[in-house]
């Protein structure tokens, strides 16, 4: 087997050839293998096309050497390497070349390259993006030019502008204005069309009747300048306030990338290849799906973990910042547990894995966020459903204002119109809510904390009583040496460290608390005997074999002393040399570390803390002391505990209950919050509506901080389309509202919500 | 005035080809990597 822990591969540098193996890409050359990360190219007969992962690029002239070598390969064809994402996409022909020949060509000229096979899906949102672009700017471009069109009308005195140029000049106006109407305007008329076919009103319907209103008026105009259209044709507002819409539209889609882009970035974390130990003990790169529980893997430095597994060999520093929200680099080494998903940071670890696929914990991770973004939330329902009423509402007043103007003059009744149909932003009032708590639970996913359910965002704002649980939640399952006591005569560092020495030798949860607290590395235990449920008798001395005693570490009776001990109903233990009693060692559980910090943050919000636990009455007073909770209660069964949550909401509190997600179930289930430490338990199984993924008391704290920023956006998005719909739509009526302003107006509205919500994605790192 | 009439469409069929170019250039991902169309000039294949 291969073991080499500590070869100097550096993560940004090229990749030397895989050891190990001669063709360490052969695998890839099977038509299954290469069918996970290629499809048929579109439009091209026996052509594939397919997507790398480049690992060395370092800039723009990368790139270009990465295109040139791909292209000279036979059978290749349609390169194209972006030097910004380092991804190369392809197409090529089965017969004349095979994933291993690029491989081997990119590895030659330095750089590495993996399959990449869920690229492919983001080369359809790519597509989108440049579509996007594209129709953005031919809208743009086109207002350009007709307005160039339409200054002489505006700039020449009356009469001066003969009628053949005008119609010249209307024909071009016209020519420019199809494809902004053809191709800028077509994502408009297809859900317009969608909405009309499912006889319902959507947000799209307005803007695209304005639209077609103006243009078929301007048309009538243009070609014939007797109708009763006017001779005046309004070409200009037309690819003007699409501009302005597509604007607002480009500008949402880039800044909701941006915002969803920590989710994405947690979608997207698996590799698609990894090095496998095959039977005769080389590596060969295999596709992550065919990877089973028991399989060995190599992981280089800069690599995800493809699976979820311990380390065999190897150590290294592991960055798990996106699942647990922990962000200093873990150290791990061999024994140690690592999550798919996860970052080897600095040298190569052998993994053998344990869970693949759906049972991973990034799996579920992705499940439950997967599930979170999908629901409503009960604001957002509501909207809905004064959404279609408002629109009809729109479409009447138009029509009413229309038929006002009419004996006005039609061009001007169908202007006002227009401007009606185009100003009213039922966009900025749907959008509201659902971009704020998308941006408020993306920045909660980056700190380690999992929002279930996005309601809860909202009922979190208003909490302010938080009940913990004890075991689990404020303690960690391990347990801590709280008091060390010594007789009078009795050196306490002397007899702590020979403790410390002999409890090296166990793995009982009391052994290893009173060796961790008291390491004794100036001692050394030997003869060691466990007596099972009593305690631990062997022969202690100093390193150089000096002072050697024969010790006992136990029950007060297995110690054969009296004990001097406080008559204390803790856990103890006990040393003794069998006549002489020599240390007490009073034992809890072990409060987490950021216990106390959490409390005082929660307090600073001014929220009640509070405590409640099965546990004894001095344990629990004990803990709650040493936490800095000022209510706790003891002794609770769990009915006990849920009529106490269920009392307190009566009094008319709301409160979140922050358990261990498994023996809280009830409690857990009838707060009006509820989150759980998501190490213990399966995640999907966790009852709650928040899941810490890290074990870090203070991110309670931070989720009440950001759900009441979150609330405050909303309401901040809420007031501000509201009053825009409230002024701009009477305007637009009474004709005050020119249709450029009002496609301004529209798009500056939407994109204020989306930045506003945009901002609790920044935010986060503060408190 | 009479140029005008050459003008004009002259105008149209010119902005039309730029449109051509703008799609030429979004759809070969111009507009993604910034500096490397810049440098592809000073390649040399």
Request: net charge neutral.
């Amino acid at each position: 087997m291969q073991t080499a822990p500590s070869l100097p591969l550096l993560s940004a540098g090229p990749v030397p050839p895989a050891a190990g193996s001669a063709t360490p890409w052969a695998a890839l050359d099977e038509p299954a293998e290469w069918e996970g990360f290629s499809r048929p190219a579109a439009g091209r007969e026996g052509w594939w096309e397919s997507c790398l992962a480049i690992e060395g690029m370092h800039c723009a002239a990368c790139a270009l050497t990465v295109e040139s070598v791909l292209r000279k390969l036979p059978g290749v064809d349609a390169v194209q390497v972006n030097g910004v994402t380092a991804v190369a996409r392809l197409q090529w022909q089965p017969q004349a070349t095979r994933p291993s020949a690029w491989m081997a060509a990119l590895r030659q000229a330095g750089y590495g390259a993996l399959p990449a096979g869920d690229l492919l899906l983001a080369g359809n949102r790519q597509r989108a993006q440049r579509l996007m672009l594209w129709r953005w700017l031919v809208a743009g471009f086109c207002m350009m030019q007709v307005m160039m069109y339409a200054a002489p009308a505006y700039l020449a005195p009356a009469g001066e502008i003969t009628p053949d140029i005008r119609a010249l000049l209307g024909w071009a106006s016209w020519v420019l204005t199809l494809p902004v109407l053809l191709f800028s305007c077509w994502p408009f008329f297809a859900a317009a069309l969608r909405d009309v076919r499912h006889l319902r009103i959507g947000m799209d319907v307005p803007v695209a009747l304005g639209v077609l209103i103006a243009f078929g008026a301007s048309t009538a105009a243009t070609f014939d300048p007797a109708s009763p259209w006017g001779e005046h044709a309004s070409y200009d507002s037309v690819p003007m306030f699409v501009f302005f819409l597509l604007s607002g539209r480009l500008l949402e889609q880039r800044l909701r990338d941006r915002t969803a882009g920590a989710l994405e970035a947690l979608m997207r974390r698996l590799p698609d290849s990894v090095e496998r130990q095959e039977a005769d003990g080389s590596f060969r790169a295999v596709a992550v799906r065919r990877l089973v529980a028991g399989d060995l893997v190599r992981v280089l430095p800069g690599q995800a973990f493809p699976a979820d597994g311990d380390v065999e060999s190897g150590e290294s520093r592991v960055d798990q910042s996106l699942l647990t929200g922990e962000s200093k680099p873990l150290l791990r080494r061999a024994g140690d547990g690592v999550i798919a998903g996860s970052h080897n940071l600095t040298s190569l670890l052998l993994v053998r894995v344990r869970r693949v696929g759906a049972q991973t914990r990034y799996a579920e991770i992705v499940a439950l966020m997967e599930q979170a973004s999908l629901e409503k939330p009960g604001l957002v329902q509501l909207v809905d459903r004064i959404a279609s009423p408002f629109l009809a509402a729109v479409l009447l007043a138009a029509a009413a204002a229309a038929w006002w103007w009419w004996p006005f003059g039609q061009a001007h009744a169908m202007a006002v119109a227009v401007s009606v149909l185009i100003v009213t932003c039922p966009c900025a009032l749907s959008l509201a809510t659902p971009a704020a708590m998308l941006a408020g639970a993306g920045a909660l996913a980056r700190r380690g904390v999992l929002v279930r359910k996005l309601q809860a965002l909202e009922s979190c704002a208003a909490v302010d009583t938080v009940i913990f649980d004890k075991t689990g939640t404020l303690t960690e399952d391990r347990m801590d040496v709280v008091m060390a006591h010594t007789p009078a005569g009795v050196n306490r560092d002397e007899v702590c460290g020979m403790a410390g020495a002999l409890a090296r030798h166990s793995l009982h949860p009391v052994s290893r608390a009173i060796a961790a607290r008291f390491p004794g590395v100036e001692w050394v235990a030997s003869e060691v005997e466990e007596v099972t449920g009593r305690g631990l008798r062997g022969k202690v001395a100093r390193l150089n074999g000096s002072d050697a005693r024969y010790l006992y570490l136990g029950s007060a009776f297995f110690c054969r002393a009296p004990v001097q001990g406080r008559d204390v109903p803790v856990l103890q233990a006990h040393l003794s040399d069998g006549e002489h009693y020599l240390a007490g060692f009073e034992l809890d559980e072990a409060m987490r570390p950021d216990a106390a910090q959490a409390v005082a943050a929660l307090l600073k919000l001014g929220i009640r803390v509070q405590l409640l636990s099965g546990d004894t009455g001095r344990a629990v007073a004990q803990l709650a002391r040493r936490a800095g909770i000022e209510w706790c209660f003891a002794e609770c069964t769990p009915e006990a505990k849920l009529e106490h949550v269920c009392g307190l909401q009566r009094e008319g509190h709301r409160v979140m209950m922050v358990g261990d997600g498994m023996n809280d179930g009830p409690s857990l289930a009838v707060a009006d919050v509820s989150m759980a430490m998501g190490q213990a338990v399966p995640l999907a199984q966790a009852g709650a509506d928040f899941i810490m993924t890290g074990n870090r008391l203070l991110t309670v704290a931070d989720v009440l901080a950001q759900a009441r920023r979150t609330r405050a956006v909303v309401r901040q998005n809420l007031l501000w389309a509201a009053l825009y719909n409230a002024t701009c739509v009477p305007l637009a009526i009474l004709g005050y509202m020119p249709t450029w302003l009002a496609g301004f107006g529209m798009a500056a509205s939407s994109l204020l919500v989306v930045a506003n919500s945009a901002r609790l994605a920044r935010n986060a790192g503060k408190n | 005035m009479d140029i005008l009439f050459l003008l004009i469409p002259l105008s149209v069929a010119l902005a039309l080809l730029i449109l051509g170019g703008l799609g030429w250039a979004v759809w070969r991902g111009q507009f993604e990597a910034l500096e490397q169309e810049g440098e592809r000039i000073l390649h040399d294949d």
